[in-house]
């Protein structure tokens, strides 16, 4: 392996390195419970990396960034071990109780929109037919959090993607309503390769692969799973798993989600956030990942501003003393040698020096944005960045 590579994976790492100690330390999680095999299958696609680093953006969007990242086997295995750091981080911070339900309204569509185009995509050019079935008197906006929604459905989904063949997936929704609250009725039903009695109980264990021999050629961490159960349970809801070995498996989901009523929707519509354009605007980017800088041009390019990117605080700190102006900063703080925290105090320090900044971090835990905002910074974008939120700074800074 190169040392390029070593170096762009220690700096992937890096961030998440408190969320994995203290992960091996309070949840006896040692390196030797890795499973090996998610390492060695170069199929683990890529795309799923990208689609969590810019917030589940449109198919082509992925596609067309996919293309010129010019994606090779070693970016291959450094995507794998992400997505794995990314499903340990958030079992560490669901069984450390900082994991946060955001509740938004949103529209019940456009997530099925979303989870069938994604399973689409997956599924390729595999003889399977995906069918759906959602009742259509489902209620159109609702209040709950629907990434952590679509997180869970994906997670399933994706499961019947990995271990069908050939026949059918389904994806059903149906719903029981009592007064404002619906209770949502999920399921994924597969023809897949099912699971055996004995082994359904362990469906959800951290780091469980069943019938590992047969599958070894199936990529996967053992963590889907896992994560997904806990998801459920934290929203408060159920799930129940039907399997017939051979055959193919279905399961279930129930969540409660709060119905908006018309008027609460009209409210939510004057304010929702507006998309602009930003010619004449620029902003400077500070990360030392160069996978992150890649994605936030491709997300700042949508708003036509112009963008200048910066490996380093150092970096910054020179372009600001030989006279640049920007309109906005998004610096990240995890960065070696000079974080983006003790970036910002050099920059306060530099005479008449009144940019706006706004933090970019994978710290998305309770209390990180107060901690951030008492540090200096005007606001906050957490890693992945969601493409609202961004829209949201931007309006907010360069309207």
Not at 76 to 100: G, H, Q, W
Not at 324 to 338: F, N, R, V
Not at 348 to 355: G, H, S, V
């Amino acid at each position: 392996m190169s040392n390029l590579l070593i170096h762009v994976m220690l700096n992937i790492i890096s961030p998440f390195s408190v969320y994995l100690t203290e992960l091996v330390s309070k949840l006896s999680i040692t390196c030797f419970s890795l499973p090996t095999s998610p390492f060695n299958t170069p199929g683990m696609s890529s795309a799923i990396f990208i689609l969590n680093s810019i917030g589940f953006s449109p198919i082509l969007g992925i596609i067309n960034l996919a293309k010129e990242l010019n994606t090779s086997l070693g970016l291959y295995s450094l995507l794998t071990i992400s997505i794995l750091l990314a499903s340990i981080l958030d079992i560490s911070k669901i069984e450390a109780n900082k994991l946060e339900i955001v509740n938004t309204q949103y529209d019940i569509n456009e997530v099925l929109d979303d989870l069938c185009a994604l399973t689409k995509a997956r599924l390729g050019e595999k003889p399977i037919e995906f069918k759906t079935n959602f009742d259509a008197s489902l209620p159109k906006v609702l209040f709950g959090d629907y990434v952590r929604l679509k997180q869970i459905c994906l997670n399933l989904l994706t499961n019947s993607v990995k271990y069908t063949k050939e026949g059918f997936i389904e994806f059903k929704v149906d719903y029981i309503r009592k007064g404002d609250v619906v209770r949502l009725i999920m399921s994924g039903e597969d023809s897949g390769i099912g699971i055996k009695r004995e082994n359904i109980d362990k469906l959800f264990s951290k780091f469980e692969r069943l019938d590992l021999e047969k599958n070894i050629s199936i990529e996967g961490t053992g963590l889907g799973l896992a994560i997904t159960k806990k998801l459920v349970e934290l929203m408060g809801g159920s799930i129940v798993v039907q399997s017939e070995y051979g055959m193919g498996s279905k399961f279930t989901v129930a969540i409660d989600q709060r119905v908006v009523r018309p008027e609460d929707i009209q409210i939510h519509q004057n304010v929702v956030e507006v998309v602009h354009t930003f010619e004449g605007k620029k902003i400077l980017v500070v990360d030392d990942n160069k996978l992150n800088l890649k994605v936030a041009e491709k997300l700042l390019g949508e708003y036509k501003v112009t963008i200048q990117l910066v490996n380093s605080g150092d970096e910054s700190i020179e372009k600001i003393k030989d006279g640049e102006i920007y309109d906005l900063i998004l610096m990240d703080d995890m960065m070696p040698h000079k974080s983006g925290t003790e970036t910002l105090k050099e920059l306060k320090a530099l005479p008449d020096f009144n940019m706006k900044v706004v933090v970019l971090t994978a710290n998305a835990i309770t209390g990180m944005k107060e901690k951030y905002l008492s540090e200096g910074f005007d606001d906050y974008l957490a890693k992945p960045i969601d493409k609202n939120e961004l829209t949201r700074v931007l309006n907010k800074f360069l309207k």
